[in-house]
């Protein structure tokens, strides 16, 4: 069966410091990827997606980017973090075909201060 | 472009009370239909879903129609519980390549004893 695992489930990390937030699928190949934000009692923002490896979209100017260096690995990441960075993050897959529905991830608390 | 609208809430009941959710959307084509529910500090989890008109999804209780003549696709349960306390979020995927998922801005649900 399929799976996915984000890590690390909470984070607290200080004004312009670095980030890297992981995720990986199992179970599956050539998965779309995707990162989504979800600031405090607010609805889901999409970030990223990738159809393939070394292939991604983004939805939103900002500062974050990501990387999938691995078929089945999604990296969320930023060099300098801003306190507007602070949210909950969420990894999803789906295979292609919509009907499939996404699979998320446990999500990654992060704070910034 | 696509979309999709929920009342936002937030939505308190008594337990055993029966619940709607109401769900409209906007799409081009024949999207597929989601419900997804997000308990406390936890990641989205797939309800419910319906891939064609006249579908009808269920679980747990919950059960929601796919109605193409008046686009819409309400959430309902008979008798909710407490442990139904919960954000839920309508979603439709507009393509079959399962890029195009469009997600509404969630209802949260408190059920009370």
């Known amino acids: 069966s399929q799976t996915i695992h984000q890590w690390p489930a909470t984070l607290v990390q200080p004004v312009g410091s670095p980030l890297s937030l992981e995720c990986t699928v199992e179970?599956?190949?050539?998965?779309?990827l995707y990162w989504y934000r979800q600031a405090a009692g607010r609805g889901l923002q999409l970030l990223f997606y990738?159809?393939?490896?070394?292939?991604i979209s983004s939805e939103v100017p900002q500062n974050l980017s990501a990387s999938r260096p691995q078929d089945r690995q999604f990296i969320l990441s930023s060099k300098k973090l801003l306190l507007s960075d602070s949210g909950f993050y969420l990894c999803?897959?789906?295979?292609?075909?919509?009907?499939?529905?996404?699979?998320f991830g446990s999500g990654t608390r992060l704070t910034v201060v | 472009g696509d979309s999709v609208t929920q009342m936002e809430g937030p939505v308190t009941l008594s337990e055993e009370a029966f619940l709607t959710i109401n769900c409209t959307y906007t799409?081009?084509?024949?999207?597929?239909l989601f419900w997804y529910v997000q308990y406390p500090g936890e990641g989205l989890q797939l309800l419910l879903k319906?891939?064609?008109?006249?579908d009808k999804g269920s679980n747990k209780g919950f059960e929601a129609t796919y109605r193409k003549e008046t686009t819409s696709f309400h959430l309902e349960k008979g008798s909710v519980q407490v442990s139904d306390s919960a954000v839920y979020f309508c979603?439709?995927?507009?393509?079959?390549?399962?890029?195009?998922?469009?997600f509404g801005p969630g209802t949260r649900l408190s059920v009370l004893p």
């Open positions: 999803a897959w789906s295979q292609a075909g919509g009907d499939y529905g996404y699979t």
């Open positions: 179970g599956t190949s050539n998965p779309n």
């Open positions: 990738s159809v393939g490896i070394g292939q």
């Open positions: 799409a081009t084509g024949y999207p597929s």
């Open positions: 319906a891939t064609k008109a006249d």
């Open positions: 979603a439709l995927s507009g393509d079959n390549y399962g890029q195009n998922f469009v």
